[in-house]
């Protein structure tokens, strides 16, 4: 029989009522002879309950324990929502990660999926289960104990079940009904995409669309696991509702642009005058690392002979953090600028699109675009499927809107 | 080393404070010098909220079901209270039922306890562990699916813990400071004893005193397992504290009396004229029994020739369902009485002592007591070590204050 992996977040199982909800279009998929994994997450605002019990208990936690007890969370709601199915007369029964037993690394608190065996619930299936509720973001290590994925690990869970069980379909229910070409709250005519490569959707969960974590669709990628994006508050479940995230291949004609992307808290630095020599992108960023700052985009300029400018963005809120660091490395001797300029208020905005390979004069396009409304481009970065500017902050929903608009965005799907 | 198990109820780790205070006596414990074993319960609440998800979803719920969801209590609990340790600086470890494992039956929701390999926590006892905390109430079926033991069953997995570990002692923390000679808020002068026998303790506990369930003191006295009650409340740990419930040979002088206990909620019944033949009492307790009526005393008189009054008692609450199934009986031939007598209003008194065994006399001085005070014996049945009757229920406070009076038991010790 062919299967399908279903998975439900927390505002999708935040109530029995919504736990009802979501059992009932696991029914459906039943019916129509799927054999069905079901992955949850914790009924919303009980994980916030259990991490804050653990944070107030204690400063330096044991990371084992704090699993042992934030994974209750997922078990809680695996049981509830099996009771709900065999309630609908649905054959279901719960499994806890160690039950499957989904086997991951020691590192609590941020395991990584080693192994899923599937011959407990293949057993299980083959006499008369017609679905398996599978407690999500949580696995056992191999010293016996109870581990969790950490950021996103329920879609990533979800993800390895269909790749491992060869489901048809790995279905991510949420609280918005797919992929769309930019923000709705800032581009009212932005479209819902029916189908979106690998690649594209990895470059628009990394640049701040929060629907899909880049883990799980970058295992998606590795496995060909077709995802599918589509909301746990409607009821259309066929296939004309939501967005397909699948192989490249398998999208007949690709838009150039696909979707407009934006991060807005972000800080653009610039080490002026830098001494110019080879290692010196090194020493600058070995600092910043160790102060554990995320340098997105970098950029090198000539300037004066043997000196350079070294511009690179990073999140605002670790400016100071990032300004301590540089100024201790030239203290010490180890960099030497002769002055650090931080701008804290730039955002970024970006177009992706496959189709960009096989197009070129997008990125002309693109600056024209912006240029016409007036919106200075300062600092510029591209891949293969992605261009990325840093925009002053007041001009960037003013640059979305642009950019969707140039690209037509609204008749994408 | 020597080892010892420790178990705190839901009221006793209701909140994280709680938890705390519960910790601090576990941390002197292990400074002692043992190997501290401590079964916890669900923070009080806490299995209500999971019960009631459970009851809202279905009605025949999945018991292999309820048990997933309703043992996560205990296991949040494990884990901070491990933290808490922890954080203490005691080398603690939390212990989920299927980690250890606890295997028991697969009647899920009211499993037995099979066996309890050591060698697990030996391990880690071995290692340094100086704690491991044990997620009470639960254990693993050989389906290798969660299940839970039912009523008392966190205090019948400490003294489980205590036997299969050789402890030498098995700590019962409650929100009450041992075992007293008979309810305080009825005799105000009640005295805490300092020791009681297992058999005593039985009495009392299937009598109504609810500080130790039945089970587990049936478990300790199997395995002679010393049990204490004390009050997690109170700072004294010391073996001053609490009351000691061990084998009649560790209590060098016994009272005569250690008790007096009542069920408030009786009812008497009565099958007047019945025809007196053999099987005649299995053809009325059978009905009654496939009715899951809790008939407790029996009683038969002789009366005229060839027939016989059959008395008995059961919970007030039953007495309806009592009626209907001696009247379907009385309809389909299988008994012959002339009628059928209610008082739905009787209480039970009890007195209970090891030391009644070597002591003739203390029947009369009951009956003296009771006569005295003007209370008229409704029925009367005795035990080895126990003397129940049933008296109106207006007069039960009464009667267990002259008896508690009688025996003098405001200086028992």
Request: glycine content about 8%; overall charge negative; aromatic content about 6%.
């Amino acid at each position: 029989m062919p299967r399908l992996v279903m998975k439900f977040g927390g505002t999708s199982v935040a109530d029995l009522e919504r736990i009802t909800n979501a059992a009932k279009k696991v029914k459906q998929e039943a019916e129509q002879g799927f054999e069905v994994i079901v992955i949850v997450s914790a009924m919303s605002g009980k994980t916030n309950e259990l991490v804050g019990w653990v944070d107030q208990t204690s400063t330096f936690y044991d990371a084992r324990e704090y699993d042992a007890v934030v994974s209750s969370g997922e078990n809680i709601t695996a049981g509830l929502m099996a009771l709900t199915l065999q309630e609908m007369g649905v054959m279901a029964r719960s499994w806890q990660g160690w039950q499957v037993p989904l086997k991951t690394t020691s590192a609590h608190g941020a395991a990584r999926i080693e192994e899923i065996p599937t011959h407990n619930l293949d057993e299980k299936f083959g006499e008369g289960m017609q679905v398996a509720v599978v407690a999500g973001f949580q696995g056992i290590g191999a010293d016996g104990r109870i581990t969790t994925l950490g950021r996103g690990g329920s879609d990533t869970t979800a993800v390895a079940f269909a790749a491992a069980f060869e489901a048809e379909r790995c279905d991510i229910y949420t609280d918005v009904d797919g992929i769309y070409t930019t923000d709705p709250r800032i581009v009212a005519e932005a479209s819902k995409l029916s189908k979106i490569s690998y690649e594209e959707m990895l470059e628009l969960a990394s640049l701040g669309a929060k629907v899909l974590q880049t883990r799980s669709v970058e295992l998606a990628m590795r496995y060909h696991v077709t995802l599918r994006v589509l909301s746990s508050f409607e009821d259309d479940i066929s296939m004309a509702a939501g967005t397909l995230v699948c192989d490249e291949e398998e999208i007949m004609e690709n838009n150039v642009v696909n979707g407009v992307a934006y991060s807005r808290d972000e800080a653009k630095m610039t080490l002026v005058s830098v001494a110019d020599r080879p290692g010196i992108a090194a020493a600058i960023f070995g600092p910043l690392s160790e102060a554990g700052i995320n340098v997105d985009m970098i950029v090198q300029n000539i300037s004066e002979e043997g000196r350079t400018d070294m511009t690179f963005s990073c999140p605002t809120d670790q400016v100071a953090r990032a300004e301590k660091a540089l100024n201790g490395a030239k203290d010490s001797g180890e960099i030497n600028f002769h002055g650090l300029v931080s701008d804290k208020y730039v955002s970024k905005v970006s177009v992706v699109g496959i189709g960009m390979r096989s197009h070129v004069g997008v990125a002309k396009q693109m600056f024209e675009a912006l240029s016409r409304e007036g919106v200075n481009i300062k600092v510029i970065t591209t891949s293969e499927i992605k261009i990325s500017v840093l925009v002053d902050r007041k001009y960037m929903e003013l640059a979305v809107r642009a950019l969707h608009d140039e690209f037509e965005l609204e008749h994408a799907a």
